[in-house]
């Protein structure tokens, strides 16, 4: 059958109810159930067993009987089998369940529950589960469509993210790992491949990083802070951050200003640079005050330091006025002063 045709007439949520007609009720309830479909969540063979008054080994019994029935209706669904072969074959035959969903959706143009693509994935003989491992997610196979650079890419990509040590675009990490692949595959096989990883998420902003990076699995307001100030890539109020966490929507948590203030002070990822205002400290940022800032600065020349080049780099640090640069300067116990109006460390 043509894709185009299978993706007509696959029709989910008709076939569905087709299929599971043809079973008894009782059978046809526990599946529903045990499915999910139609619902927000699965229910448990225990609870299912409860509310029949039979074991849990009987109500396991009755579901798996009733996917043998199902599966041997494949006739009711030559196009939902023809559509997710054809899936998986564009795909490299490895897919994770949420990133299945989004395709048939994305191609059928309808609202395919995970829950309904989980029924056909199981009742359908070609598709196999497969548990996480050290590179995976639990995902799907399709065997005969499998090739032989999906843990190569895996791998890769974790490398390039790495020296990169920042999020970048999915368009960019896919051209980079095509780039390193010693044989050509296409696009959507890297995709795949990198959406049924392990350790390679997705960020708030849409770039992809590593798992546990603030920006792909922010464990709290420090993390979402680092995240968003990271983006901006430049110093930021404290009330400013605090809208652009609200504004990145990592969770439904709200962040209150005072919170995020808090966490600014006590992180040393970050540096307080003006009244209220902090950068970061991976972008050279000295932590402490206005003096800590100029023996910083002293302590790498091997020379004494002018008044004015002193200002110039300490205005590179911190967002203050002159004259709290020059009143620090006079702290005799920490620097000296020339005749020719050089500063250097006190010995």
Do not use: C
């Not at 969770?251 to 966490?263: G, L, S």
């Not at 590179?316 to 116990?333: A, E, G, H, Y």
Request: no cysteine; glycine share 6%; aromatic share 6%.
């Amino acid at each position: 059958m043509d894709n185009e045709i299978a993706t007509q007439e696959a029709n989910f949520a008709q076939l569905t109810d087709a299929a599971l007609q043809a079973l008894d009720a009782r059978s046809r309830d526990i599946v529903v159930r045990r499915f999910g479909i139609g619902k927000e969540e699965k229910e448990t063979l225990e609870s299912i067993g409860k509310e029949y008054g039979i074991t849990r080994e009987r109500v396991r019994q009755i579901e798996a009987n009733a996917k043998k029935e199902l599966t041997g209706m494949r006739d009711l669904f030559t196009s939902i089998e023809s559509l997710l072969l054809h899936v998986f074959q564009e795909h490299g035959g490895l897919l994770a369940e949420h990133h299945a969903v989004d395709v048939i959706n994305e191609k059928t143009g309808a609202d395919v529950s995970s829950h309904t693509l989980h029924f056909y994935l199981t009742i359908i003989p070609h598709f196999t589960p497969t548990q996480p491992n050290n590179l995976f997610i639990a995902h799907w196979k399709h065997e005969e469509s499998l090739h032989d650079q999906i843990d190569a890419i895996v791998l890769m990509a974790m490398e390039i993210l790495k020296e990169k040590n920042a999020p970048i675009p999915l368009d960019d990490l896919i051209s980079a790992i095509s780039k390193q692949l010693t044989n050509s595959v296409p696009n959507t096989y890297i995709r795949a491949a990198l959406r049924a990883s392990k350790h390679i998420s997705r960020t708030a902003f849409g770039d992809w990083g590593l798992i546990g990076w603030a920006e792909t699995t922010p464990r709290g307001v420090g993390d979402k802070a680092f995240a968003v100030l990271r983006r901006n890539g430049e110093p930021a109020h404290f009330r400013t951050i605090t809208k652009m966490i609200n504004d990145a929507a990592f969770d439904q948590k709200k962040a209150n200003p005072q919170t995020v203030h808090n966490e600014l002070i006590k992180d040393n990822r970050f540096v307080l640079v003006g009244r209220g205002l902090y950068g970061l400290k991976e972008w050279g940022y000295v932590a402490g005050t206005v003096a800590d800032v100029l023996e910083s600065i002293l302590a790498k020349s091997t020379s004494p330091i002018s008044k004015q080049d002193l200002v110039d780099e300490v205005l590179k640090q911190r967002m203050v006025k002159k004259n709290t640069i020059l009143l620090s300067l006079q702290n005799t116990s920490r620097f000296t002063k020339s005749e020719k109006d050089l500063y250097s460390l006190k010995k």
